[in-house]
């Protein structure tokens, strides 16, 4: 085994406990999850940088539920596309390796802070656990899709599909699956950019939204081709077929 | 299929790692194994499609679709009407009605005349007894059958009509073939009605009642290239056809009109002949008495010069009947008796001098004398040999002409020469008459012209004409496959044309004819599936084929009529032996008996149902093939299936263990990562690769929550704001 050195973890600039710290993402669309203990100094510190006004509210040395409360209420509950939040960051797992070499983990997306709880009150430093989620919490409430695509006028002498040309690419090719899928996920907070899609790509059936979601048209149009949502580290994402794939390292 | 990311990898199959991750893949950690799959079956149950089978129904039901429209924007519905007598009756108007409208020649369109109820509509035959028996028992079944044979009864106006009349009544009740009817008809049927009629009436056809059990139909069976064929409709047609006609003939007779002719002629001749013979001796007579007269009246002459009676009434006087014409007719009439009868000779100059005398005057002047007395304008009228002979020679004229007629017909050569001579004849008769002092110059050049055609006409060979002439003909055509749309959801079966034929297959026109039905037939494929719930239908009648009284009227005829019978030979249904037989494919297997498909299995065996046209078993009708179906094609995927599932699969499921924070995605095989600290505050990655099941060869899990027919529809859905 690996000796290995030391482990930091960091939310923006708030940095956590190596110790009770775990993320978990999966395939789909529900959002990233992350745990990270912070002492009660380092929020204190965090708040009088980045919200003073709050820390005035709360006095000079708050109890723990009392701050954990006011970390919870600030947590955004709304998506705003610009980066103005104090509750949003990247997270870092920094590793020192005893050979002096460093193994990261640097998701490219924000992770906005859910929620704050006292750990142990007992217990010494005080410490509170943030949870944070990535950007798919706010798919569910935010995206808008309205378009016409691919409807149908009848059958040509062929049996080939005739379509409303307003309603297909250049008014002259269907729309596949993919660039459809491509256009509601841009409606998606942080518009993920898609990147990989599934080899039996095709032209989309009759699809009509009027101010439909975007999480539910993106994930019909995933369920059009019976792949697998991915939302990658990096912030792009991809429709996967299911088990097809390998194991390893992105780079 | 990977995606801009250049990834270092692990084996997960070894449980090694690879590259980047060697030695930092902790052995006691790695959580990644095989999973034995737990769902090994030791009993299959294969539920496949029920078995496709290819049938044949004959005599289907004529009905009328009548498109109801729908009031106050509701939609408009469509009444299926069974064809009966009752309902033609109600259509278009009773038979009374029409045979009086029929009575009136309409221009254009011929005239129409119910046919002569002995006379078979087909072949034209008188029927015969055993035919007519067989034809009378279906009449009055169909009049059973029909609802109500009174109805039908007293449309013909009479109670008791007899089944020849009967059954032409069924007949001639199926309303005219054509678009445009008769005018007399059209006046009688309302526009709409007449609308439906000309495009709807046998046309459609639906599966009778008893065999409804069968379904929707389907493709055949059979198939060509991997796809079943469509069913198919056979029923009977005709066509009009233009047949052009070179007729050549002899411009002449038929032996047996000659041979008639020649009799006529003979006749004419003899009876000529008889005439001339008693002109002849009445001309004789005539002669004699005129001889024997003119003596005696030159005799009576003398006296009379010598008495001074010159005038007829004084010597009518003078034989004591002076004053009274009712006497002096009577005398006359004597007279005259005794001249018809005894003649000349008996008037001998022994009699009484003053009779002679009398007779004399009487000669000559007699006619004169009655006709005034009677008022007649021809003082021949009361000369009997005058009149005789005047008749005869009338007779003898009209002889000739008919000679002459006949004479042209039978030998123009002949003809020619009777003319000739005629004409020769009145051109003597013209010297004759002027003595030998001039020439009638018109007879002579008539006689010229006739001696000229006489001679022609005796050199002539036959004339031959060649007539070319384009007529129309019907032309029925034998049952066989028409064009037809089925409408599945309805049942119903439309034919592009009616199914019938002319009943007068001899007629140039088929507007001129009546519709007669004939049965139509479908092969179709059907799952025959058991129904529960059929309605219970009486048997037929025996004898009959179908509950239609109009089309088993008209299968009776074609059966009984020897000329037809020939078309009625593949006639009838091809039928399952068992109905509702086809319940779904059910093929079973265990361990021990993995081919069968018989295996006995207990009541919970692993189901694999699967609607895949691999495991669907088609029987085609025999008779078009004779082909084995494909039951020994389907028991092999089925057996490949339940081997499949009765393999103990092995399932690639877990999780690795890397030490230290790896950039790891999720991707079609990673289900999730997660990074976490250890006890002592190492962040290690653990990766879960837990792919669903694969799914079992040759099969498709379709877990589709949307209708894959459907489009997809978001937020508001505009169609419902229209």
């Known amino acids: 085994v690996t000796v290995r050195g030391p482990t930091g973890v960091y939310w923006g600039d708030l940095p956590g406990l190596a110790e009770g710290f775990e993320l978990a993402r999966t395939v789909g669309w529900e959002p990233a999850v992350a745990k990270m203990r912070v002492t009660r100094g380092d929020v204190l510190s965090w708040l009088l940088k980045h919200d003073p006004k709050r820390f005035d509210k709360l006095g000079q040395t708050p109890l723990l539920p009392a701050i954990a409360d006011a970390l919870t209420e600030a947590a955004p509950r709304r998506f705003t596309p610009t980066p103005t939040l104090k509750y949003r960051g990247h997270l870092v797992v920094l590793e020192q390796r005893a050979d002096g070499s460093r193994l990261s983990l640097r998701p490219k997306t924000d992770f906005f802070l859910t929620e704050a709880r006292v750990v142990d009150r007992e217990a010494e430093p005080a410490l509170i656990e943030l949870v944070f989620a990535d950007v798919r919490k706010f798919w569910r409430d935010y995206g808008e899709v309205t378009i016409e695509a691919n409807v149908p006028r009848g059958r040509a002498d062929d049996g080939s599909l005739l379509y409303v040309r307003r309603t297909v690419k250049n008014g002259v090719t269907p729309w596949l699956i993919s660039e459809l899928l491509r256009k509601a996920l841009a409606q998606l907070p942080g518009a993920p950019e898609l990147v990989g899609h599934v080899p039996h790509d095709r032209a989309c059936r009759e699809l009509r939204s009027v101010g439909g979601s975007a999480l539910e048209v993106s994930q019909a149009l995933v369920e059009e081709v019976r792949g697998v949502f991915n939302y990658h580290l990096s912030g792009t994402c991809s429709v996967e077929t299911p088990g097809i794939g390998i194991v390893g390292e992105a780079s | ?722």
């Open chain 2, 1 to 722: 299929v990977t995606w801009g990311n250049d990834r270092r990898l692990f084996d997960e199959i070894t449980g090694k790692g690879i590259d980047a991750w060697a030695e930092e893949v902790p052995d006691a950690t790695n959580l990644y194994q095989k999973r034995l799959a737990v769902d090994a079956a030791d009993e299959v149950l294969v539920v496949g499609p029920p078995p496709v089978q290819t049938i044949r129904v004959d005599y289907l039901e004529f009905v009328l679709p009548v498109d109801v429209p729908g009031f106050g924007g509701l939609p408009g519905t469509r009444k299926i009407l069974p064809i009966t007598p009752d309902l033609i009756d109600q259509l278009v108007p009773k038979v009374g009605q029409v045979a009086a409208a029929a009575a009136v020649p309409a221009p254009g369109s011929g005239r129409v005349v119910p046919r002569t109820p002995t006379i078979d509509p087909f072949s034209k035959q008188p029927i015969q007894d055993a035919q007519r028996k067989a034809a009378e028992d279906a009449a009055a079944a169909a009049a059973v059958a029909a609802s109500g044979s009174a109805a039908v009864q007293s449309a013909l106006g009479q109670t008791s009509a007899t089944l020849d009349q009967l059954r032409a009544t069924l007949l001639f009740k199926a309303p005219f073939l054509g678009a445009d009817w008769p005018d007399a008809i059209n006046a009688l049927v309302p526009s709409d009605v007449l609308q439906l009629l000309t495009t709807r009436l046998w046309k459609w056809v639906r599966l009778p009642a008893e065999f409804e059990r069968y379904g929707r139909i389907l493709d055949r069976a059979e198939a060509k290239d991997g796809k079943r064929l469509p069913a198919f409709v056979e029923a009977f047609t005709f066509r009009v056809v233009d047949v052009e006609l070179t007729k050549e003939e002899a411009e002449g007779l038929s032996p047996d009109e000659r041979t008639l002719l020649e009799q006529q002629y003979q006749d004419v001749v003899a009876r000529l002949r008889e005439v001339k013979k008693r002109i002849e001796g009445l001309s004789l007579k005539a002669d004699q008495l005129a001889r024997a007269v003119q003596q005696a009246i030159t005799a009576a002459e003398r006296t009379l010069d010598a008495s001074g009676l010159t005038d007829p009434l004084t010597v009518a006087a003078l034989a004591g009947n002076a004053g009274n014409p009712i006497a002096l007719l009577d005398t006359l009439a004597k007279l005259g008796d005794a001249w018809a009868s005894e003649g000349a000779p008996a008037l001998a100059p022994d009699s009484s001098p003053d009779f002679w005398e009398l007779a004399g005057q009487l000669s000559e002047r007699w006619p004169q004398l009655a006709a005034a007395l009677l008022k007649l304008p021809n003082a021949t009228d009361f000369d009997p040999v005058a009149r005789e002979l005047g008749q005869l020679r009338a007779d003898e004229k009209a002889l000739e002409a008919e000679q002459l007629k006949i004479a042209e017909k039978i030998d123009p050569a002949n003809a020619a020469v009777l003319k000739y001579a005629a004409a020769k004849k009145k051109f003597e008769a013209s010297i004759r008459a002027s003595g030998g002092a001039s020439l009638d110059g018109s007879a002579l050049a008539t006689m010229q012209a006739a001696a000229v055609e006489a001679a022609a006409a005796r050199t002539a060979t036959p004339r031959i004409t060649k007539k070319r002439q384009t007529v129309k003909r019907i032309v029925p055509l034998p049952r066989q496959r028409v064009r037809a749309t089925i409408h599945v959801d309805e049942g119903l079966i439309e034919l592009e044309e009616a199914a019938v034929w002319p009943h007068d297959l001899s007629s140039c026109d088929p507007r001129e004819c009546y519709a007669v039905p004939l049965p139509v037939a479908i092969t179709f494929g059907t799952w025959n599936l058991p129904e529960p719930s059929v309605a219970h239908q009486a048997p037929l009648p025996t004898g009959h084929v179908t509950r239609q009284a109009i089309l088993q009227t008209s299968i009776d005829t074609f059966v009984a009529s020897p000329s037809l019978s020939s078309y009625a030979r593949d006639w009838g249904h091809i039928l399952p032996a068992a109905p509702g037989s086809g319940g779904p494919l059910r093929l079973a297997f265990t361990r021990g008996d993995r081919k069968s498909g018989k295996a006995p299995v207990g009541p919970w065996p692993f189901r694999i149902a699967s609607a895949s046209e691999r495991l669907q078993v088609l029987l085609p009708l025999r008779s078009f093939t004779g082909r084995p179906d494909n039951r020994a094609d389907v028991l092999a995927v089925a057996a490949e299936l339940a081997e499949a599932a009765m393999l103990e699969q092995v399932r690639e499921s877990g999780t690795i263990t890397v030490l230290g924070p790896r950039p790891v995605n999720c991707d079609g095989r990673i289900s999730a990562v997660r990074w976490a600290s250890d006890d002592a505050g190492n962040v290690d990655t653990v990766i879960s690769l837990d792919p669903d099941a694969e799914p079992l060869p040759g099969l498709t899990v379709e877990q589709l929550e949307r209708d894959p027919t459907e489009p997809l529809v978001f937020g508001i859905d505009l169609e419902d704001l229209k």
